[in-house]
């Protein structure tokens, strides 16, 4: 099993809802990740899990929450957003090479969000 | 620091025509790895191809190639007799072996291919 999924595939909110995104992989990978990607721009990263411990936050702001339940599970928990955090959320999963951290990204088919 | 450029905006090519799609990449480390995704309109970022800074042998796989050069930091991508189905956001990217150094995207070539 080669794949990274993710649920939902769309989601519409409005700015006092909360959410959440899930994301799993049987890869057996101990890195995951969350990315954000605007339309016509490359996926910017937001968390990274290594070994299901948060090891890099790029400055996302607290409205975004991560967490990872297991080795296998990725979420990212959302709460009171706003209309430019609409976007498309990716998750990723490598396994860390033998003297790095990480390796080449499996991404999954992505969540597309609509903050009204 | 890293870097990603990816000097093509946009590319549109006949089918069965090649097309090279540029990367041109900066890093102060002298271990790294390079790579390349597809993005179909689908969404989903699929893996093509890693690099590593010590395998500058070029690879083929199919009718895609890949052009790893040191001297000039480039690691171009060669699409040969390009199909429709090629029609894709392609990024190559750049992670530093450094640590905690994940993926450093360049902005993306958008590949249209015309039947």
């Known amino acids: 099993d080669t794949e990274v999924t993710q649920t939902p595939k769309h989601l519409v909110m409005g700015m006092t809802n909360k959410k959440s995104l899930k994301c799993e992989q049987h890869m057996g990978h101990r890195a995951m990740y969350w990315y954000k990607q605007k339309a016509k721009k490359p996926p910017e990263l937001m968390f990274v899990y290594s070994y299901e411990k948060l090891s890099i936050n790029e400055s996302v702001p607290s409205r975004f929450s991560p967490e990872c339940p297991n080795s296998s599970l990725l979420n990212l928990h959302l709460h009171a957003l706003q209309p430019e955090d609409s976007a498309l959320y990716l998750c990723?999963?490598?396994?860390?090479?033998?003297?790095?951290?990480?390796?080449?990204?499996?991404f999954g088919p992505g969540t597309r969000l609509t903050v009204l | 620091a890293q870097k990603v450029t990816q000097a093509q905006t946009e590319i549109s090519v006949v089918e069965k025509e090649d097309v090279t799609l540029d990367c041109v990449y900066e890093t102060r480390d002298t271990t790294y790895y390079l790579f390349w995704y597809k993005q179909p309109p689908s969404g989903e970022l699929v893996f093509l191809i890693r690099r590593n800074s010590f395998d500058e042998q070029n690879e083929i796989s199919g009718r895609y190639s890949w052009n790893f050069q040191k001297s000039t930091s480039s690691f171009n991508f060669t699409i040969t007799a390009s199909q429709v189905v090629d029609s894709a956001v392609y990024f190559c990217?750049?992670?530093?072996?450094?640590?905690?150094?994940?993926?450093?995207f360049g902005k993306g070539t958008r590949l249209s291919v015309i039947a």
């Open positions: 990723a999963s490598s396994q860390p090479l033998a003297g790095t951290t990480y390796n080449e990204q499996f």
């Open positions: 990217a750049l992670s530093e072996d450094s640590g905690n150094t994940p993926l450093v």
